[in-house]
């Protein structure tokens, strides 16, 4: 289930299971959007990415999609592994190269 | 593919000394550099934007004579964090464009403590 702590919200999958990672963007002038995966102690690591003239891409394993109506992103992890255990964040660019990133959340995998 | 790379990973320091955090771009040059914050389970906040052979710009409510950055080569930026205190502790990470319009390639991040 879904849970929020004191700053980052967790969401608790089982191995194998699917997950969806939501995000809400400020920015209506947001062209791009990325998502990204930061483990304990890392910088952020690349994970897939959107323009604002599509709804939805695909990557291995990973789907992201894109609602500019009411301004929301997800991302979809298929087959979920303990390996996906992480905290996951959306970027959104309204102008090149600032990032402005979303609150976070964790991710964690149940064996 | 392109790498940035940051020196110390890890740093402990008195209050009241600086720290010097360096951030380097290992096969390709970035005229352009950012520095983020990152409190633990909170988002990264961009502080700043280095700029090559310029001033860095810095975000609302950060202090430029506490965080200071150069950028003196197309290759290496620093953040120096000046008389530094325990609420300065945080982890630390830079950020280097690539040649696309959008993309940043992220450093591994600098753990900054100090007691």
């Known amino acids: 289930g879904e849970s929020v702590g004191l700053h980052l919200p967790t969401l608790s999958v089982q191995e194998g299971d699917n997950s969806i990672i939501n995000c809400a963007y400020s920015?209506?002038?947001?062209?791009?959007f990325i998502w990204y995966k930061q483990e304990s102690g890392k910088g952020p690591q690349f994970i897939i990415d959107?323009?604002?003239?599509?709804d939805k891409r695909q990557g291995q394993r990973v789907t992201v999609l894109l609602n500019k109506t009411v301004k929301h992103l997800s991302l979809q992890i298929a087959a979920t592994q303990p390996g996906d255990s992480a905290v996951y964040f959306c970027?959104?660019?309204?102008?090149?190269?600032?990032?402005?990133f979303g609150t976070g959340t964790r991710l964690k995998v149940l064996a | 593919g392109a790498v940035v790379s940051q020196h110390p990973s890890r740093v402990i320091c008195k209050s009241g000394t600086s720290v010097k955090i360096e951030c380097r771009s290992l096969?390709?040059?970035?005229?352009?550099m950012f520095w983020y914050r990152q409190f633990p389970k909170q988002s990264l906040m961009l502080m700043a934007t280095?700029?090559?052979?310029?001033?860095?710009?810095?975000e609302q409510g950060v202090e430029k004579d506490k965080f200071l950055i150069n950028h003196a080569s197309l290759t290496l930026s620093t953040l120096t964090v000046t008389s530094a205190h325990p609420e300065d502790s945080s982890f630390y990470i830079c950020?280097?464009?690539?040649?696309?319009?959008?993309?940043?390639?992220f450093g591994p991040g600098t753990r900054l403590t100090v007691t």
């Open positions: 970027a959104e660019i309204p102008g090149t190269y600032k990032y402005i």
């Open positions: 950020s280097a464009p690539t040649a696309s319009d959008y993309e940043q390639y």
């Open positions: 096969d390709f040059q970035a005229t352009t």
């Open positions: 959107i323009r604002s003239n599509m």
């Open positions: 920015n209506s002038a947001s062209d791009y």
């Open positions: 280095s700029n090559e052979g310029s001033k860095a710009t810095y």
